[in-house]
Each structure stands twice: as C-alpha cells, then as structure tokens.
C-alpha cells in the first residue's frame, strides 16, 4: 500500500511538473519574442534577486516543516502538527515582512549598484509583496508532502502557473509602453499575483485536510518547536542564503565580465540565451528526478527515525541508477540534436549551440540535484551548506578570472567545473552514509556507450530523410529512448530500479 501511494504521488508530482515545465518553455519562448534576449537577460538578473529573496521568505522551513510533520504523525500527534504549521508559519512571515522592508526601500539603491541597470528598480520593488505569501505556501506544501499527498502541492502549483501566464498576457502590452523596465514589471506582478493565488489556495486545503484530523496525543511544548525548526531550517537557510547571495553575485558579474567582450546589449542577450533559454530546456527531462527526490525526504526521514539501513540503502541505489539512467540518453539527444531543438523552439543557432555544449553536464546536474535533496532529507544540511557555499565562491573568483579574459568560453568552462565539482561531493556523501553501492560498469560505462549508440543511429538513419524538422526531432528522442531501454534491458542494466 505504501509503495503504491508513494508511485501514485510520483506520477502526480511528474505528470504535473511535465505540465509546468512545459508551459514554462512554451511561454518563455513567447516572453523571448515579445521582450527579446536583451529583455531575457534583465529578466535573468532581477530574477537572481528574486530567488535570494524568496530563500529570506522560505528560510528552509518547508524542509523543516516535511520532516517535523512526517515524525509527529507517526508518532499519532494532530495537535503537535497543527502547532508546527502555526509556528513555522509565524517564522517565515517575521522573516518575509522584514525582507520586503529591505527590497522595497532599497529597490534603487540595488538596481543602480549591483544590477548595474536601473531599469530593474520598478520589477523589485513589486516581487517584494510576493514573499509573505510565497512562505506561507512553502509551510503547507511541506505539510502535505510529509502526509504524502501530492496532489494539493501540486494543484496549487498548476494554478499558479496558469494565473502568472494568464495575468501576465493580460497586462504585459500595456507595461510595454513603458519600455524594457515597463514588461519586466509585468512580468514579475504576474509572478506576485500567483503567489497570492496559490497561497490561498493552498491554505484552504490544509484547514480542510486538518478538520478531517482528530486530535490525539498532546502535542510537543511551543519552545521544542520552534527550536527544531530553526535547528533544520537553519543550516539549510544559511547556505541558500549564501548560496542565492553568492550565485546573486555571480549573475550580476557575468554580464559586466562580458561587456569586455561586446556591447552591454549583447552581454545581456548572451547571459539570458545561456541562463534564460538553454537551462531550462536542458532541465526540462528532471522532472519525474525532481518528484522523487521530494517524495523521498519523509519516506528517509522516516527510515532514519526508525533506524532501517536496508531501506537507505535501497532507496538511495535505486535514485541514484535512475538518475544517471535519464540522464545519460538525454545528455546525448541534446548533444546530438541540440542545435535542431534550439533552432524550433527559440529560432536560434546560439542557443541550439549552447544545448550541444553543455549537453555533457545534463548527467551532473541531474544527479547533483537529486543527491543534494536526499541529503536534506537525512540531516545533512551542514554539509550541503559547505558545499554550496564551497562552489558558489569558486564560481565568483572563477568568473572574475577566466570570462574576463575569455568570455562566454571561460563561463561554460566554469559550468563544467562547479556541477562536476558538487556533483561529486554530493553524491559520495550520500553513498558514504547510506552504504549504496555503484555498478561502473551497468550503471555508467555501458549506459554511457549505450546512449551515445541510440541517439546517435535514429538521427544517422533519419538524415536519409526528408521531413519536417519538429517530427525529426521527435521520432528520433523516441527511437532513441527506446532503443536505449532495450539495450539496457538486454544488459541488465535496469536491475537496480526495479520496484521490488
């Protein structure tokens, strides 16, 4: 029963992540044309703001609150849960109203000193409204994701998405008047008024949810509560907000590194194409990674309270097989057809070089983000701390060396570097304290060949010919994908993710 709602769960999270991601591209193709790369880029570094934020509104607790929850219901206290959404829900509001002090009255002073571009001063002092709301979402999703419910978190996400697109088409021609700066703020009104949206949302559920609970055991003393949230919540904020900070940072230098190269214009242009448009497009096939790395934070939580190696151990092969098992055939269908797929979905020769280039990552980001959210989930936040704040400050002193003396050559040398560099750390740390073992040979050396084999024949095959380029695209993923499972199968490589 319980695997059976953890797969349910799985299926709801991806098969709405797929959505969202989806929708992203499609209107972030959209928002390219309609503001350009120029704007993309602007769009990028008030966006970096907005993620440094947005840590100070969430501060951790979601992680906190998914991991206190799971341990409370096991332990059969209601009451002890409803005191742990109402004081971590005081905490990030504390924490989220002086942070929208800060950007508002400072919006200037930020986007003339560190954005280098005050046309981003409007778009921050608006995103700074968005945070009470965007904490208050972040407690309750971490609530039903601890009661194994995915299905609300990821609604409220749905909703969300649908009200940003919706409201930002609505008024985005009308800010436009006001130039670049003008649909900026557009688009980050619309991200506000989500925000707004799905936090409503999303706390209707949970009083509904939490009726349906009986109250049974005496929960734990207030005092307890809030210390073990902030003794979670802490470590993993700490290093978010340096994190966020340093990569805040880093966006903003990256672009000023490049003006050596060309215009502030075409800075800009290739800091969206590379952050804006490549990225997303090379995440886009994490999503099923995505869902169960956060499906699996109470499920080792749990596992850990309750001593059960065997079940670290397993879980932790199983994420790590499937996990470089997708990411290793989409790294080589990028590789192989990156320069098609960029040229069909932004009409751009740069970004389709870009996805060929940094197609040999696509395994390393995969796997560095899914092992740095089990970590979380076993009381490592420390250590993902270090590591974070580690990589961000190479990457900073990287920047100011290697892209000011070779440009956007220097900065995807440093994309290579820093997911290399974390992936490694992260994933060894998880193999030391969960015992997993890794099979070099079933689980990277062949499915490495393998991938490169079954993207690489479907598009020889296909060149011969002569057919639209987005049905060329297509079946030739397909094929590959799914002669890259056969082969696997025939090598028993797919051993270790099946569900026993």
Known sequence: MKKFVFIKNAAIMT?????????????????????????????????????????????????????????????????????????????????AIASLSVIFFGADFIAHKFLGDIRGA?????????LPFMGISSCIRGYFIAHRKAAPAS??????????????????????????????????????????????YLYTSYLFDIKKRANTDKPRKVRKIVSSIVRISAPISAGRYLNSGLRTIENMLVPKMLLRFSTKSNALSQFGMIKGMALPILFFPSTILNSVSTLLIPEMSEARAYGNVNLLKRSTEKTIALTSLLGFIFSAIFLVSGREIGNLIYKSEDVGFLLCVLSPIVPLMYLDSVSDGILKGLDQQN?????????????????????????????????????????????????????????????????????????????????????????????????????????????DCTDSIKMR
């Open 122 to 130: 409007l778009s921050l002092k608006i995103l700074g409204f968005s």
């Open 15 to 95: 098969a709405s992540s797929l959505i969202l991601r989806f929708a992203g591209i499609v209107f972030k193709v959209w928002l390219a044309a309609k503001i350009g790369a120029e704007g993309i880029g602007l769009y990028q570094l008030v966006f970096s703001v907005y993620v440094l934020i947005s840590t100070f509104a969430t501060s951790g607790i979601s992680t906190a609150v998914t991991r206190l929850i799971s341990e409370e219901s096991a332990l059969g206290s209601k009451r002890g849960e409803k005191k742990i959404i109402l004081r971590s829900i005081e905490l990030t509001l504390i924490i």
């Open 383 to 491: 250590f993902t701390f270090r590591t974070c704040v580690t990589d961000s400050s190479l990457r900073i002193f990287m920047i100011l060396f290697f892209v000011s003396r070779f440009g956007m050559r220097g900065f995807i040398g440093i994309m290579y570097f820093s997911n290399l560099f974390t992936c490694l750390l992260n994933a060894k740390r998880l193999i030391k304290i969960t015992r997993a073992e890794i099979k070099v040979l079933k689980q990277i050396v062949l499915p490495v060949l393998t991938a490169l084999f079954s993207a690489i024949l479907p598009k020889f095959l296909l060149g011969f010919l002569s057919m639209p380029i987005l049905l060329n695209i297509v079946i030739s993923a397909v094929v590959s994908i799914g002669l890259y499972a056969v082969i696997l199968r025939a090598f």
């Open 155 to 200: 609604l409220s996400q749905l909703i969300e998405q649908a009200v940003r697109i919706g409201f930002i088409m609505l008024i985005i021609n009308s800010l436009s008047l006001l130039g670049t700066a003008g649909a900026i703020a557009a688009v980050i009104l619309g991200d506000t008024v989500a925000e707004v949206v799905s936090a409503f």
